[in-house]
């Protein structure tokens, strides 16, 4: 079957870094994307990987590896307004959008 | 988790036919469901929002007469594309969301216009 593994909830300071994991196995790989989402707002788009590597946007970053099915997303000097639930989807071969169930992000002063 | 199912997985129709697509929330009372469009590699766009009884809330340049939303119950919602098109073609996905919580996303539609 499909699937989508990442940790339910994490807990980290303001002004740190975290780094949210995400696993997959799919049938096919069409890239993988990242959300935000706020508490009682839609989601919002963060990045796409399709090739290995890093991907660098300000203060987030992506990170993908299609040999070991994993990615990261890594959030540095981390802000209160960060606090929200980040979402790891993947497209797999049919372009079937396969969702993870989200991390929520907890950011203490 | 809650789960969110999307009815059909793939749709291919002629052009000027309409194309109806349904989002049901299985184990859940989904007071606001969003629905979203992604062309491929890029983001979701943010089509609409619906709520339970009420009207929906389309997205600025999103065509209200094209895309008829319907949110009739808390479970279900469904989305019309009326008169499709070849650029109506993309991938299409409902979330839905229960009172101040999350939302949960369905599965996705991919409908080719031909």
């Known amino acids: 079957g499909q699937n989508i593994d990442q940790p339910t909830e994490m807990t980290a300071t303001e002004g740190a870094i975290v780094q949210i994991n995400c696993t997959y196995q799919?049938?096919?790989?069409?890239?993988l994307f990242w959300y935000q989402q706020h508490a009682g707002e839609a989601p919002t788009f963060l990045s796409y990987?399709?090739l290995d590597g890093l991907e660098e946007k300000g203060r987030f970053s992506s990170f993908l590896s299609r040999s070991k099915g994993y990615s990261y997303l890594l959030l540095k000097e981390l802000q209160m307004k960060d606090s929200a639930s980040y979402l790891c989807?993947?497209?797999?071969?049919?372009?079937?959008?396969?969702w993870g169930a989200g991390t929520k992000l907890i950011i203490k002063p | 988790g809650a789960v969110v199912s999307q009815h059909p997985s793939w749709v291919i129709c002629k052009s000027g036919t309409s194309v109806k697509i349904e989002c049901r929330s299985l184990?859940?009372?989904?007071?606001?469901m969003f629905w979203y469009r992604q062309f491929p590699k890029q983001s979701l766009m943010l089509m609409a929002t619906?709520?339970?009884?009420?009207?929906?809330?389309?997205e600025q340049g999103v065509e209200k007469d094209k895309f008829l939303i319907n949110h009739a119950s808390l479970t279900l919602s469904t989305l019309t594309v009326t008169s499709a098109h070849p650029e109506d073609s993309s991938f299409y996905i409902c979330?839905?969301?229960?009172?101040?919580?999350?939302?949960?996303f369905g599965q996705g539609t991919r409908l080719t216009v031909v």
């Open positions: 979330s839905a969301r229960k009172a101040d919580t999350e939302a949960f």
């Open positions: 184990d859940f009372q989904a007071t606001t």
């Open positions: 619906s709520n339970e009884g009420s009207k929906a809330t389309y």
């Open positions: 799919t049938s096919g790989f069409n890239g």
């Open positions: 990987n399709v």
């Open positions: 989807a993947v497209m797999d071969s049919n372009y079937q959008l396969i």
